[in-house]
């Protein structure tokens, strides 16, 4: 952390968050009286009828005045409770202390007699209001310069449950949560590994985000750890609610429809992307985890398809991708081919269209629009629903405005498909964010279709290739295994090979330790049994 | 970087040329598909004057097809009693012109990617198909895997069969040429076979006959067309027997009926191979052919066993050569023409030779000698014996 902020401020000159006039101050330092500290961090806190000051003495003899400041709500009061008060208040009852400690005073209270899990000792107010604000409770002793946080946060917070955009079907069903520290024990936990490196700034002027970056060392390239504790740093906004901000904060091209930062609830996902040489960014109150660098083979990654035998994964992927294609061209194709190639298609096809589209009143581009747009509504009235109603929306929309419109004519049942198998393909991504991203693509692309036919989907799709293949994130190619493709790199592209197969990390991510495992299927007991004496 | 300079590199800039590939290419053809008349089969015949062709235009009617459910719902009104083809005829001296004279008369369209057989009818074909065949070559709407025949009589009438077993007579003709595992008694091939050959070969060309019924069409026999006009008809017999020497037999049977009794030869394969046996003035070749082919049905007979196997792989092997041999007489002496390719099979092969008979291969074609030989092998006899 400390590193963090001597690299802010030698780099960018920038204040930090408590060197503001607004902010409380490092460099204001405790004073001796209690009372007047108290006093001073009311100054800071005025008005925050939240934050609770709780006056008491230590022991019998009622002779150390000392003083409890947090937030209600923000921390646990049985820890308060049982850790501190009672164990300064009641235990030095019965084993009362020797009088005239002086200055190591202090140093028993802290060392000997607090039996809280997690303090630390500060001197300045800086700090002191921090720590009140995160949930910390703050221990003033009389006569010292010096306050002692305790660790307390404990608030009411939603407990892991299974993560709902990415369910599957086998695989751990743990999901992130909104609690910081929750989030990191999660990936800590499937990462024994010292070298698994949280480092942990704060984000936003009020806010105060906790946002951690992290990453393996010996398998991230320094470059992407450091191009990404450079781009946030360079945040200065007043709040960051959501993991989103900082996404679209430090991506490299807000232009493109696709994201250059992977997301995911899924702390395994994390665990496996990490070991891949990604740099993982948590941040606080939510339970979205940006990965960095993002390519766009990750937005078709799922993580079943490495828990399921490779046949299966490779033949899902290759449907997503299909999908996706669906997703960006299906209603373009059906204007092109109609409007413009009909001769493209089967004699029989084409009359049952044209026999379809008989007598509806409008354009194919018409009614392509049209339908889309009121699907997307349909969409997002559904989302925002309430369960159990956006079910009856959808019903509702699909059904019946679908089947009456089609009954009364003003849309063709060959549209109605074309629509449906367009949304429907559109969310076999396993990206929700993406899928939206291509179905802005499907306009575009009716668009083209419509100025161009098959000539203007090409063209499209020529500008959307260009495009992926400027874009990088972080330093990393966006179009990473099928630029530069190398195919000893792990056999994970479009297919993914069999685990075995997969000996040594992709590329893209220019790790610095490329060996993912060793076939060791030949190797002699003895040798094994050697080796592991050694590493013992 | 600047948000506005981006903007411009990477959005503007490319809309704007994209805009622009609208109007240099003209591909502001966008038509909506119930705009267009598929157009299944054109028709031409002779017309009231010289020079003038009546042409025929067969127009599936889309809302009839589908069986009046579909489109139109509570609007639409009974498909039930509409007819699902019209024909539109016009006046006209190309092909192209008709198409626009009917759009005088027609609201939509005609769109010609799908048209599936074209028809020629045998008085103009007689006269000379040259002035009319340039489109199909020229445009590319044109779809060179649709069929060509020639019409016995009016093109026009074999547009007017309406088929019981299909809705569609255009595509209905179509199938008909998809056949060719099951008969080899008419010329399979479709519009861009028949232009090649008739360019690459001084106007000659086999090409399919068909002929009109109340309710059906057949298309057993060929047309032989020599410098670009009708010379006559082959036989059923003669056009197998031609397609046997063309090596484009894959399917068909052979029945053999002797005083013993009768029995039907499934043929599966045919090999043929020709050679060139004697370059005097005039060629000579040897054509052999093995057929190999099921015994699908016999009479008692000839009932199978070891004996009867081996006679009716003689019998069916002398009517297979005699077939062959009509076909070859009729072309040879009859018409002078040579459509079964000798002369490709000349200027390929052996092109100094060609250089020799090139300039009188007409004369020479007829006088030339043909030894065929035809072997036939039973490959299965059946179930029982």
New interface residues.
Partial sequence: MTDVFSRLRSGKKRDLYYERDMSPDTSKKLKKDIKENEKEVHEYLYDCDDVITRDFYMGTTQKHEMALMYIDGLVDKNLVQEEILKSLMLMTRQAPLEHNLGQNFFNMVKEGLLTAADIKEVDNFGEVVLGILSGDTILFMDKFEKALIISTRGWEKRGVQEPTTEAVIRGPREGFTETYRVNIALIRRRLKDPNLKVKTIKLGRHTRTDVGVLFIQGIASPNIVDEVLKRLNTIDVSGVLESGYIEQMIEGDW?SFFPQLRRTERPDVVAACLMEGNVAIVTDNTPFVLLAPGTFLSLFQSPEDYYERWYIASMIRLLRFAAAFFAMTFPALYIAM???H??MLP??L???????????PF???VEAIVMVISLEVLREAGVRLPGPIGQTIGIVGGLVVGEAA????IV??IMVIVVAVNAISSFAIPNYSVAIGFRLLTFIFIF?A????L??IM?GLL?LTI?LVTLKSFGAHYLSPFVSFRFSEGKDFVVRGPMPSMEIRPGYTRPKDMNRMNDRRHDTTEKMEDENADKQ | MNLSYRFFQKIFFPVVLLFATAFVAGCWDYRDIDRRFFVGSVAIDKGPQPGKYNISFLIPIVRAIAGGEGGGGGGGGGGGGEKPVVVESTTAETIIEGARNVALRLNRDLFFEHMRIVLIGEEVAREGLEPFINPFMRQTEFNRRSRIAIAVGEAKKVMEVRPVVEKLPAAYMESLYGNATHSGKFVAGDLGDFLHQIHAFNGNALVSKITPDSSEVNIGGGAVIKHFKLAGWLSEEETQGVNFFLGKITGGSVTIDNSRGKCTFVILNAQRSLQLTADGPVPEFQLKVNVTGNVSETSEGLSMDTRNEEIIEILVSEKIRSEILKGLARLQDDYRVDVIRLGEFLHKYYPRLWKNYKDRWEDIFSDVKISVSVTTDIQNIGVSK
Avoid: K, N
Wanted: aromatic share 6%; no cysteine.
């Fill in positions: 232009l109609t409007a413009f009909p001769g004699t029989d084409v009359l049952s269209i044209a026999a379809t589209r008989e007598g509806v354009s194919a581009v089609v009954r009364a004519g063709s049942p083209l419509t100025v161009a036919g000539y203007g063209l500008l495009h």
